[in-house]
C-alpha cells in the first residue's frame, strides 16, 4: 500500500515540478496524513513512530543542501513523506534515486552541450567555498537555471522509486 501511495506521490510532485516549478505542501502533507492513517489502521503506533524518524532523519540530512540552495524546498519535503511512508526502505530508494539523478543530470549535460561550462561553475564554486573556508549557498537563478541547466530531482525521484520496484529492493 505504502509503496503505490508513494509512487502516486511522487508522479503528482514530477507533474507539479514541471507545471508550476514547484511541489505543493498538501501533496507531501495529504501523503503524510493518509499514511499516518494507514499506520492507526494496519501498522501499528510502533511502525508509525519508526517511520516518523526515518522523516526526521531524511529531513535533517538534506536540510543544509535546501540551505545552500542545492535542492528546493519541495524536494526536501518530498524526501521526508517517502521516508515516512517508506520508513527502513527509504535506503534502497534513495539508492536508486541517487542513480537516477545523476543520469538524468549527465544526459541532461550531454543533450545540452553545456557540460564543461557547468562542472567549471560547480569548480569554481567549491573552490571559492574552500578559500573562504564556509559553505555559501550555490549561484541559482530560478527564472533561467531550470530551463538552462537545472536538473528537475523529482523526475529523478520517480525513476529511483520504480527502479527500486522493479529490482525488488523494497522489502
Not at 509512487?7 to 507533474?15: I, Q
Request: hydrophobic share 45%.
Amino acid at each position: 500500500m505504502n509503496r503505490v501511495l508513494v509512487g502516486v506521490m511522487l508522479l503528482v510532485g514530477a507533474y507539479y515540478d514541471k507545471k508550476r516549478n514547484q511541489i505543493p505542501n498538501l501533496l507531501c502533507l495529504g501523503s503524510m496524513a493518509a499514511g499516518t492513517y494507514y499506520f492507526l489502521l494496519f501498522g501499528g503506533m510502533k511502525e508509525g513512530i519508526t517511520h516518523f524518524l526515518w522523516a526526521i532523519g531524511l529531513l535533517v540530512c538534506f536540510f543544509p543542501l535546501w540551505l545552500m540552495k542545492g535542492v528546493g524546498g519541495g524536494d526536501v519535503k518530498l524526501l521526508m513523506a517517502v521516508g515516512f511512508l517508506l520508513g527502513e526502505n527509504c535506503i534502497s530508494f534513495l539508492l536508486c534515486a541517487g542513480i537516477c539523478v545523476g543520469l538524468h543530470g549527465f544526459f541532461l549535460l550531454l543533450r545540452r552541450k553545456n557540460y564543461r561550462h557547468r562542472i567549471g561553475l560547480l569548480v569554481q564554486y567549491v573552490m571559492a567555498c574552500y578559500r573562504e573556508n564556509q559553505w555559501k549557498p550555490y549561484p541559482f537563478n530560478p527564472e533561467t537555471d531550470c530551463e538552462e541547466g537545472g536538473i528537475r530531482i523529482s523526475y529523478g525521484f520517480l525513476a529511483g522509486h520504480i527502479l527500486a520496484m522493479l529490482l525488488r529492493m523494497y522489502h
